[in-house]
């Protein structure tokens, strides 16, 4: 998941970036320095000392930055076309994957199909995929035996298990516990953690207590 963090960071640069071009400047300026909107990045970087510019330092920020507008820039394009095939417009095979796996799992939850998710090529992302799909579904039909799906997920390989199966059911569950009013304390005892099982039940008595008594029907 590193890498759809790494990817909302970029769209956070890039909201960032798209706010300060489009905000007007109403302090006093010089007449010789442009104010904020009124030159491209690129009468920037032209107008931009060379003893700045020419640096590694220089170089190395705007590499960063070109990386992260580039692959915000390209899915957000994904994911307002709702298509995975804009995602090979992007300039590396890890933000190809990581662009297919986002619109991937967001296209899957939205027709809740979990079949979608075998659609993608790397095990760990349909695995991921896979969890969220069995996560929405045991909350939207109010059904924690749903969770018990992710158990399918594993591989059995043990060292070379990268997602931690148990950890994802026990989410599953907890978010159940937190989502669904009719959760009870019996489904606490899907949880594989003793410290989470202990948090479920007292999430469940202190829920139980803070519900209102139903108002009494008239006659």
Request: hydrophobic content about 30%; proline content about 3%.
């Amino acid at each position: 998941m590193k890498k759809i963090i790494f990817i909302i960071l970029g769209l956070l640069i890039l909201g960032s970036c798209t706010l300060q071009k489009s905000t007007k400047n109403t302090s006093p300026v010089s007449n010789d320095i442009p104010s904020v909107g009124t030159t491209t990045y690129t009468e920037d970087i032209e107008n931009t000392s060379s003893k700045i510019k020419d640096t590694d330092e220089f170089k190395s920020c705007m590499k960063q930055q070109a990386t992260m507008c580039i692959q915000s820039t390209g899915m957000q394009i994904a994911q307002k076309m709702k298509d995975t095939a804009f995602c090979k417009e992007l300039s590396t095979p890890e933000q190809q994957g990581s662009c297919e796996f986002a619109i991937t799992m967001i296209n899957a939850q939205e027709k809740n199909d979990e079949k979608l998710c075998d659609t993608l090529t790397d095990k760990n992302y349909i695995k991921q995929c896979k969890i969220q799909i069995y996560r929405q579904d045991a909350i939207t039909k109010k059904d924690i035996i749903l969770c018990d799906k992710i158990n399918s997920l594993s591989s059995g390989t043990g060292a070379n298990e990268t997602i931690d199966i148990n950890t994802q059911k026990d989410q599953c569950v907890m978010q159940f516990i937190m989502s669904v009013q009719e959760s009870k304390e019996a489904d606490c005892t899907k949880l594989t953690n003793d410290s989470s099982l202990e948090m479920c039940k007292m999430m469940i008595r202190n829920k139980a207590q803070s519900t209102p008594p139903p108002t009494p029907t008239e006659n």
